[in-house]
Structure formats: C-alpha cells, structure tokens
C-alpha cells in the first residue's frame, strides 16, 4: 500500500469513525507516528502538529465526535459535501447523487451507518483510498479535483476554529496539510464551485 493511501486511510477513519470503535482507539496510538508514514513536504511543521496532540479521556472524544460529526446540537462544521454544495444545505442533494454515481462506476459501495450520504468527509477519504489501493491514480485524481476538495478547505477551516475539541481541531490541521501536500504533488486542478455554507 502507498504511503498516500495510508495516510488517506488512516485520516479517513479518524473522520468517520466514533473514538470507541476498536480501530479508532488503536490509530490514536500511533498519532506521533504520523511524520514518519509520509514524505511531508513540510516535514517540520507535521512533526510540530503531532509532538503535543491534545488527548481527552475516550468519553469526552466520544462526545465530542459526537457533536462535531453526528449532529447532536448545532453543527459549526458539517461533515457532508452537499451541506456546502447545495443552496439550500440539505443533505443528499445533487452534488450526492453525482458522487454516488462516480462510486458506482468505479465499483465502490458503502454499508453506511444510518443511510448516511456517501459524500461525509470521511468516508470520501475512504474512498480515495481504495481507488489508490485498485490501482486506479486518474479515478482517485477526478474525486480530489471533481467531488472532495471544491468544498473540503472550507469545511476544515470550520474544523479547525471549532471550540468543542482541540483534539478534532489539531486534525483538521493535519488533513488540510496532507491534503494541500497531495494537490502540490500531483497538481490537482480542483473545481471551482460555488459553497453555500
């Protein structure tokens, strides 16, 4: 597996998944570890963000996984892409819909939890994942240019100012970096399209 997809894999699930999954607790562990999984552009500044990574006990991180990524009270950064894309900020609008069918003609199918669209942040870096782990560069490059970063800065922005979890703030800062990282490498031309949240 490359280096893009493990790191895309392991912030992914961090995304995704609730800290008392089992998977989670153990990718917790090996946060410091993050400069040493990747050729960072920036390796100085990776290696700042991880060396002091603040770390609640699991219930506070629970609840606030919670709060910032299920919806429970206001969300001050919405996880899913069609909350930005979409003028009325509904979920499973149209912009889903066309990244549902991307997924489909590149073979990939989620069990979500809950019906949850396709397009949270998360499970997107999932996807981007297994397109890299397939073997398929051009289909990984089109849902970063096409589906993911038109409206992923702004929603980690968001992220990073949140004052629910330092924690969840200090990783919204590591994906911007890997992200922008990523569209330097391989000179992603990302869509412009207009975001409503």
């Not at 629970?62 to 003028?87: C, D, H, K, N």
Request: charged share 25%; hydrophobic share 45%.
């Amino acid at each position: 597996m490359s280096a893009h997809a493990v790191m895309t894999r392991i912030l992914g699930a961090l995304f995704y998944y609730s800290p008392e999954h089992r998977e989670t607790r153990e990718l917790l562990q090996c946060l410091p570890t993050l400069p040493s999984l990747y050729s960072w552009l920036d390796p100085e500044r990776i290696a700042a963000l991880c060396e002091e990574w603040p770390q609640p006990d699991e219930e506070a991180l629970i609840w606030q996984f919670s709060t910032l990524f299920e919806g429970q009270g206001e969300m001050v950064a919405p996880p899913w892409g069609s909350v930005y894309l979409e003028r009325d900020n509904l979920l499973m609008g149209e912009s889903t819909a066309q990244y549902r069918a991307f997924l489909r003609r590149h073979g990939i199918a989620f069990d979500g939890k809950d019906n949850e669209p396709e397009d949270q942040f998360g499970l997107m870096l999932l996807a981007w994942s297994a397109l890299l782990e397939r073997g398929n560069p051009n289909a990984a490059a089109t849902l970063l240019e096409v589906h993911l970063l038109p409206w992923a800065h702004r929603y980690l922005e968001l992220l990073k100012r949140n004052e629910i979890s330092p924690f969840y703030a200090r990783l919204a800062r590591v994906a911007t970096l890997f992200l922008n990282d990523v569209q330097q490498r391989k000179a992603l031309r990302p869509e412009t399209k207009r975001l409503f949240f």
